[in-house]
């Protein structure tokens, strides 16, 4: 238990770095008993965040992680990321630090001009459920699909793209693209870090290849034990195994990166606030999308969206096949979809059918551990009133 107490000490200690310039502190006072509860009591790893809701909206999340213009700054913390985990040796107690910490990335942020709305979307809290619920890559803006803001949507209006918030993002400079944050309606989807870490475990082992000579016994070091302590493993693994990564969109470790980072970043201000005005959680996303219609569509000037579709699940893990909790010797291979093509990939040895399980036994170290590495998140999703001064 010391030890526990001593790494939620640890926890509470300010973060640093571009990360943290990127991402913003918190201000105000942690609640730090409830931070407590949450880490150290009882059986039960997660709990409903306690920020959902219309909240007060601040500002926009810093424009490094999303503006074309002014990424170069989070582009090389990451490139030097990746380049000091390919180093062997003569690393300095600098490079072990940065090296312990995620790096910058980039946000995805996704508008709707016609609808005068924006979507943050972080990797691994139902996101893919929320913008498929919102048409997908439709592209046409008039049936309320949501297009990444760096890219044009595919059908607009002469009118509409004659409006400034038409203009390309890379054309628009920092105070137009506060003035459209201020005037459209921004929302995001958080999830619990606990929950967020096994799913996170879970979907990134299955971009894991089996196939090439040697994958499959090397891949045995990412057991959700070594994750739980530091999810930059999964990162790392592909730095020093590119062959046994899989490349998606974009790099295997830009992905990995991507799917591990916090949450906090890509929704609060700079100097922490929110930069959000509705907050959905994943685990109750049915009554929180009903809520956000409700408040998209009782803006005044703004069209009624008339959506009806249904909530489909999108890249839903399958956990617990066998109905009962297993803990197998290694990771099993099978086949699974990747970038549309068929590949044989790592699927988990550790097959619990509770998220409590993970965190329980054997696994009650980690528990400090993701605490640790998602600490941020734990103090906006938990520590925080709804409002935009936290």
């Known amino acids: 238990m010391l030890a526990v107490i001593l790494r939620l000490a640890a926890l ?9 310039a990127g991402g913003g502190l918190l201000r105000g006072t942690v609640s730090a008993v409830r931070l407590q509860w949450y880490t150290l009591r009882g059986t039960q790893a997660t709990q409903p965040p306690a920020l959902h809701g219309r909240v007060q909206k601040a500002g926009p999340i810093s424009m490094m992680r999303f503006h074309p213009r002014l990424h170069k700054p989070c582009q090389a913390d990451w490139q030097k990321w990746v380049n000091t985990a390919a180093m062997r040796g003569n690393l300095t107690q600098a ?30 809290v139902a996101s893919s459920t929320v913008w498929y619920y919102f048409g997908g890559g439709c592209g046409d803006e008039a049936q309320g699909c949501l297009h990444v803001w760096s890219h044009p949507p595919m059908q607009t209006t002469p009118e509409g793209a004659a409006r400034p918030a038409f203009k390309p993002l890379d054309q628009l400079s920092e105070a137009e693209v506060a003035a459209v944050w201020k005037d459209y309606f921004v929302f995001t989807v958080t999830r619990d870090p606990l929950s967020r870490a096994v799913s996170q475990y879970y979907f990134l082992l299955h971009s894991n290849l089996a196939g090439p000579p040697g994958c499959r016994e090397a891949a045995e070091e990412l057991s959700w034990d070594r994750f739980c302590d530091s999810p930059l493993v999964m990162a790392n693994f592909c730095v020093r195994h590119p062959a046994c990564c899989h490349n998606m969109d974009t790099s295997a470790v830009e992905y990995k990166l991507l799917h591990i980072a916090p949450q906090m970043p890509c929704i609060t201000t ?16 049915d009554e929180d999308l009903q809520q956000l219609m409700l408040h998209l569509n009782s803006r005044p000037g703004v069209p009624k969206l008339d959506l009806h579709l249904p ?5 839903k893990q399958q956990r617990c096949p066998s109905g009962r909790s297993l803990l197998a010797p290694r990771h099993s291979v099978g086949p699974y979809e990747l970038v549309g093509t068929q590949q044989m990939v790592m699927f988990a040895k550790e097959q619990f059918c509770t998220v409590d399980e993970y965190f329980a036994g054997q696994y009650a170290h980690c528990k400090a551990g993701i605490a640790s590495y998602f600490a941020d998140d734990l103090r906006l ?3 925080a009133s709804n409002s935009g001064g936290l």
């Open 95 to 124: 490079d072990l630090a940065a090296q312990q910490r995620p790096p910058c990335m980039s946000c995805q942020v996704f508008v709707n001009h016609k609808y005068k709305t924006i979507y943050l979307r972080n990797a691994k």
């Open 381 to 383: 999703l938990y520590g």
């Open 270 to 285: 700079p100097d922490g606030r929110l930069a959000v005005d509705f907050v959905l959680r994943q685990d109750h996303l």
């Open 311 to 315: 909530i489909q699940s999108v890249h």
């Open 12 to 20: 509470l200690q300010p973060s640093s770095g571009v990360n943290a």
